[in-house]
């Protein structure tokens, strides 16, 4: 007889079959959960459904809602979100649509904490339930962070246990994509204090590999330091994170902070940068690629 | 009076709610669609009742456990399997002020232990979940020494594997019976009704 596995027999919803969807699918499949999934892209969907005999594709986010226990949404803007919740079209009804009352919706994507928020108003007065559970690349694997109500967590939970080794209550709904753009508005500050710190290095003739090896150790040392210091010295500027994705989250983090009525200088600064790579056709290429701008903009006032 | 360096601390309904109605409790309902105490405490009583689930306490495995009941049940294999499966469900959250005093001891260097009856497996689930279950310098989980309290045997094996002195150690638990034994091996007890007068007490031996 096989090792029982944590979700045997349970069925889940998900809609969206994009980078993370499909890893949150795989991680679930393997703990043995029967998937109901959709995606826009129904060729894709298809062959997915036919390769995995515990995954069933549905015609419309509706029906994704009806048999299982909850639904979790991986799309990748605030507007797919929408389309796919609410939706009342006739031949594509939302998940709102087939989810019974008290039924549980999962935002796992990078939504703006905002639009959560208010989507999950607008659940609420439905009668459903909203918790919002980003699943990045770092937390896939790594800790989720969770806003809503403690039950819903407690519901929701083995399938989240399932895809992060944490599972962590961050607070009322909104909560977890707040740490989300926190965590990336810090980020993104600590790689242009890293790109600035390197600059100020190799303009008083320090190499960047003694720089880097003599501040692993140090407070400052770390994955940032480690990963885009790494990339900096050698600029090696493909794959991670982008200029584009950065550029994005730190706006979310800009919005954030403006309808929490506060100043944050750094960040604004932070978020110029990227602005201005984009502009500069470096959308594509990794956050560390920060580096050259800084580095220029020294030679430029020379 | 002496002085208190180490608390040690019961887990459920101190630190975590728990109470397996509020699973049972979201799945028999009424026709208006609230809940169905009757059957909610029939289940509980007749079916899977806590001389069955103690024994998950004391060692038995999930799966065991479940495998053990249901041909005795087979009509209920579902809400069986429901117990374990759905098991965070009958936790609905952190006793806060509990949390907080407790965070607040070790800050001030107070020793933190936990001692719990509890099972392996579900108990490792509810620290993934609880991270301030994570943080206790140490912790005996029933479960992993097939023993559970009130027997002595396992207060014993807190002093002795902690390190701890019972005199000098404070133990907050819900159960009389608990309190009972650790009195008996000379701990300072606090048999704990709600967080006020849990915390009053912490505040008379100065740990908070």
Redesign the interface.
């Given at each position: 007889m096989p090792a029982p596995k944590s979700l045997d027999g349970r069925r889940i919803g998900l809609v969206g079959l994009g980078r993370r969807g499909l890893a949150v699918a795989r991680k679930l499949t393997d703990e043995g959960a029967r998937l109901h999934v959709w995606t826009q892209n129904t060729e894709k969907a298809a062959a997915l459904g036919e390769a995995h005999p515990l995954i069933e594709v549905e015609p419309c986010p509706r029906d994704v809602a009806r048999y299982t226990e909850a639904t979790l949404i991986a799309v990748n803007s605030d507007e797919a979100l929408e389309r796919v919740v609410f939706d009342p079209e006739e031949d594509r009804y939302g998940v709102l649509h087939g989810t019974p009352p008290d039924g549980l919706i999962v935002d796992i994507g990078e939504t703006a904490p905002a639009t959560t928020r208010s989507f999950a108003d607008r659940v609420r007065q439905s009668g459903r339930i909203w918790l919002d559970a980003p699943v990045t690349e770092t937390a896939l694997g790594g800790t989720i962070s969770i806003g809503g109500t403690d039950m819903a967590l407690a519901r929701i939970w083995p399938f989240l246990n399932a895809l992060g080794t944490k599972v962590l209550h961050a607070g009322p709904v909104g909560s977890g994509q707040a740490i989300r753009t926190c965590g990336a508005a810090i980020h993104g500050q600590m790689v242009q204090a890293l790109a600035e710190g390197l600059a100020l290095a190799a303009a008083s003739g320090v190499e960047a590999d003694a720089l880097l090896a003599a501040l692993a150790d140090s407070a400052v040392g770390g994955a940032v330091l480690s990963e885009s210091g790494r990339r900096m010295a050698d600029r090696e500027f493909r794959a991670g994170r982008t200029v584009r994705e950065q550029a994005e989250l730190a706006n979310q983090a800009l919005e954030l902070a403006r309808s929490a009525g506060i100043e944050l200088t750094g960040l604004a600064n932070n978020a110029d940068h990227w602005q201005t790579l984009l502009d500069g056709s470096q959308g594509d290429l990794n956050i560390s690629s920060l580096i050259i701008e800084i580095a220029e903009s020294r030679k430029g006032s020379q | 009076m002496t002085t208190i360096d180490a608390v040690l601390f019961d887990v459920g309904n101190v630190l975590i709610e728990w109470d397996p109605r509020?699973l049972y409790r979201?799945i028999f309902l009424t026709k208006d669609?609230s809940a169905d105490e009757e059957r909610v405490n029939w289940f509980l009583t007749e079916v899977c009742t806590m001389d069955w689930h103690v024994q998950h306490d004391l060692g038995r495995s999930p799966?065991e456990q479940v495998a053990v009941l249901i041909p005795q049940h087979p009509e209920h294999a579902a809400l069986i399997?429901a117990f374990y499966?759905?098991f965070?469900?009958?936790?609905?959250?952190?006793i806060a002020p509990m949390v907080a005093a407790k965070r607040q001891m070790k800050e001030a260097g107070t020793r933190i232990y936990g001692l719990t009856n509890f099972g392996v497996e579900t108990f490792d689930?509810t620290r993934?979940?609880?991270?301030f279950l994570n943080d206790f310098e140490d912790v005996v989980v029933s479960g992993a020494e097939r023993m559970k309290k009130p027997d002595p045997a396992i207060f014993q094996l807190c002093i002795n594997r902690f390190g701890i002195t019972p005199e000098r150690t404070l133990f907050i638990d819900d159960s009389a019976a608990n309190i009972a034994s650790a009195k008996a091996l000379g701990f300072e007890t606090h048999l704990f009704d709600g967080p006020d007068a849990c915390l009053q007490k912490c505040r008379a031996l100065a740990l908070i």
């Open positions: - | 509020h979201s669609g799966e399997q499966e759905r965070q469900e009958m936790i609905p959250g952190a689930d993934r979940r609880f991270d």
